[in-house]
Structure formats: C-alpha cells, structure tokens
T-cell receptor, first 116, second 115 residues
Framework: AQSVTQLDSQVPVFEEAPVELRCNYS??????LFWYVQYPNQGLQLLLK??????LVKGINGFEAEFNKSQTSFHLRKPSVHISDTAEYFC??????????????FGQGTILTVHP | GAGVSQTPSNKVTEKGKYVELRCDPI?????LYWYRQSLGQGPEFLIY????????DSGLPNDRFFAVRPEGSVSTLKIQRTERGDSAVYLC?????????????FGPGTRLTVL
C-alpha cells in the first residue's frame, strides 16, 4: 500500500521569498509522483508530475520539484513566491501498471500563505 | 464544456435521506474517478470507471454508496441513508485514456452537508 506524508500543514512566507513544501512517500513499488494546487473555491489543478527520467521536474507558475529515490521524497520549490501562490498544495502518488488504474493517493495538504 | 463540471455545488440534507451527486467529465475522457475530501484532509479515492464499467470500487466506504456511469460519460454518485460522517467535499476527475501516468482533471466538487 502507498502512503504520502506532507510534513508541514501550514507554511507562511513573505512575498518574493523562496519556499519549499515537503513531501515523502512510501511504496513497495515504483511510483509516479504529482503535485496539485487547489485555489479557494476551485478544483485541483496539476502543477507538475514525475514519471521517469530527469529527477528535476519543472511545472507551471515557476514551480519545480525534485524526485529523490533514496529519500523517497518529492519536495516542491519556488525561488520567489507571489501573493497569488496562496493556496493549498497536495502531493500525490499513483502506481504504474497493475490494478491501480491510476488512482491517486494524496497527502494531507499544505496550506501556503504568502504575506505582502 | 471545457472542464469537469459537478452539480450541485452545495447540497444540504438531513440524516437518513438519499442524495445524488452528478459529474460531467471532459468530453471524450474515458476514465472517471470519484474522490472524497474531508475537512483538513487530502482527497481519498472512492471509485474508478473506465467507460461504463466500474473497474475499481475498492474505496467505497460501505454499501450505502453506489455510483453509475450508464453511457460512459456522465456519472452519478448515490448515497443512501446519509449519515453525519458523510459530510465532505466529493470530487470528480476525468482523464484519457486512464493510465497511471495521465493527468487527472478535477471538477470544483460538491460540498455535502448532512445535518
């Protein structure tokens, strides 16, 4: 069984500062990794995903994440945040092949609040 | 439509009542997922459809929950004898063709409140 742990439930940061949102996962098999963002009163939107290849993945809105297999982590980073990045961020995994059918296992979410 | 739509956006019901939640996926998407998001938690998988059939319903919490997708497009999640613990946001997502590597596109959700 897979599980995802987001280590911080809330992250406050000032505008233009860098930010890192942490995600660790556990799985007995290889996984695909995703970061989704949820703005207030909107649906979840994909930021980026890691399937294979380069461990550094770039996504929308200037976000990037690095897959670290040895540490089973997939931390999300942005070098300079904006007020508009205030939202809740979810890390998720899916299992290639088998009978998972792409169902996602999500972490508990991290609320990023950017202050002026 | 351009994205996944869900109706109603909010549903308030009384304990013991029956409710239906509707999901209209992106046109042409064969895979459809239902998730449930309780307050302060991440979404949890409920059921997956590939076309008209439920390929995986392992996430349904009990037999009060049922979902259908009779024509392979719109899906309805049905909850019988609602309980206060069923209160949550119910999310629908679609993708194509339904591989683990696919991006799932989520609707805005239906907020269900059971009084």
């Amino acid at each position: 069984a897979q599980s995802v742990t987001q280590l911080d439930s809330q992250v406050p940061v000032f505008e233009e500062a860098p930010v890192e949102l942490r995600c660790n996962y556990s799985s007995s098999v290889s996984v695909y990794l995703f970061w989704y963002v949820q703005y207030p009163n909107q649906g979840l939107q994909l930021l980026l995903k890691y399937l294979s290849g380069s461990t550094l993945v770039k996504g929308i809105n200037g976000f990037e994440a690095e897959f670290n297999k040895s540490q089973t982590s997939f931390h999300l980073r942005k070098p300079s945040v904006h007020i508009s990045d205030t939202a809740e961020y979810f890390c998720a995994v899916s299992e290639p092949g088998g009978t998972s059918y792409g169902k996602l296992t999500f972490g508990q979410g991290t609320i990023l609040t950017v202050h002026p | 439509g351009a994205g996944v739509s869900q109706t109603p956006s909010n549903k308030v019901t009384e304990k013991g009542k029956y409710v239906e939640l509707r999901c209209d996926p992106i046109s042409g998407h064969t895979a459809l997922y239902w998730y449930r998001q309780s307050l302060g938690q991440g979404p949890e998988f409920l059921i997956y459809f590939q076309g008209t059939g439920a390929a995986d319903d392992s996430g349904l919490p009990n037999d009060r929950f049922f979902a259908v997708r009779p024509e392979g497009s719109v899906s309805t999640l049905k909850i019988q004898r609602t309980e206060r613990g069923d209160s949550a946001v119910y999310l629908c997502a679609s993708s194509s063709p339904g591989l683990a590597s696919d991006t799932q596109y989520f609707g805005p959700g239906t907020r269900l409140t059971v009084l």
